[in-house]
């Protein structure tokens, strides 16, 4: 499986209070047969970490997990809220893309009711794909909506955890019908310390419910496309 979307890296965000605490985590993610993690750090409110520096601390923790003989393979990119200026000229903008590639992690706040479908297009028109963070967690958007979203060529990523970890008296039943529906690119950790890892159990779910190859599309082939082994 490969994680998209994960706030393992130490210190930069809520993620992660410590590189130990991070390495436990990733041999977490490491025992559920997890071989390609994106590091996708928080950039909104507070979280608006210098792109060098970033980068920096981010092969930082490369090291050491390489030191710690942890067998995943780490990507930087970061998990943006969006604004229409920030995202106004995405070449220059401050953020990282998802493995530094033309795919965008895009948040919006969970009261979104419409902004997505105009955000998709500016994102687009700019050669760049946004993937929709946890898009079950607007639960203003319709179906409908989402769907025309999609159709437009953006990417939806849900949470494993949504379904199949603590979240999903929230979101399960809304998860299953966007899948139902035919509407999920994406299944990622969205990982932090203070929650559990749940991308095993969720394989098993989508595997058992939806089929073999749905579970392959949304949880490993998918995210290639991303990280750029497929291209
Ligand atoms: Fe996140």
């Known amino acids: 499986m ?26 977490m993610a490491a025992g559920q047969g997890v071989t390609d993690i994106i590091c996708t750090p928080h950039y909104r409110g507070n979280y608006k970490p210098e792109k060098e520096g970033l980068i920096k601390d981010f092969k930082k923790f ?9 067998g995943v393979k780490l990507y930087l990119g970061e998990e943006v809220f969006y604004d229409a200026r920030l995202f ?13 590639g033309k795919y965008v992690l895009t948040e919006f706040s969970p ?12 994102v687009l028109s700019q050669g760049y794909i946004p993937v929709i963070a946890h898009i079950e967690r607007c639960v203003r958007l319709s179906e409908d909506y989402i769907a025309d ?9 849900v949470n494993a955890c949504s379904f199949a970890g603590r979240e999903k008296k929230f979101f399960g039943k809304r998860v299953y ?30 595997r058992r419910k939806f089929g ?15 990280i750029g082994e497929s291209l």
């Open 2 to 27: 490969i994680d998209i979307h994960s706030h393992f890296l130490p210190y930069v965000d809520d993620g992660s209070p410590s590189a130990e605490i991070s390495l436990a985590m990733l041999k």
């Open 62 to 70: 490369c090291e050491l997990k390489d030191a710690a003989n942890i």
């Open 88 to 100: 106004g000229d995405i070449k220059t903008a401050p953020f990282s893309t998802l493995a530094g």
């Open 111 to 122: 009261e979104a009711v419409t902004g997505v479908y105009d955000a998709a297009l500016s």
């Open 149 to 157: 979203v999609r159709a437009l060529g953006a990417l939806i990523q």
């Open 177 to 206: 019908s966007l899948f139902s529906e035919g509407l999920v690119d994406l299944v990622a950790s969205d990982f932090h310390y203070s929650r559990d890892y749940c991308m095993d159990k969720a394989y098993r779910i989508v």
């Open 212 to 226: 073999e190859d749905v579970a392959e599309t949304v949880f490993v082939s998918n995210a290639k496309k991303i």
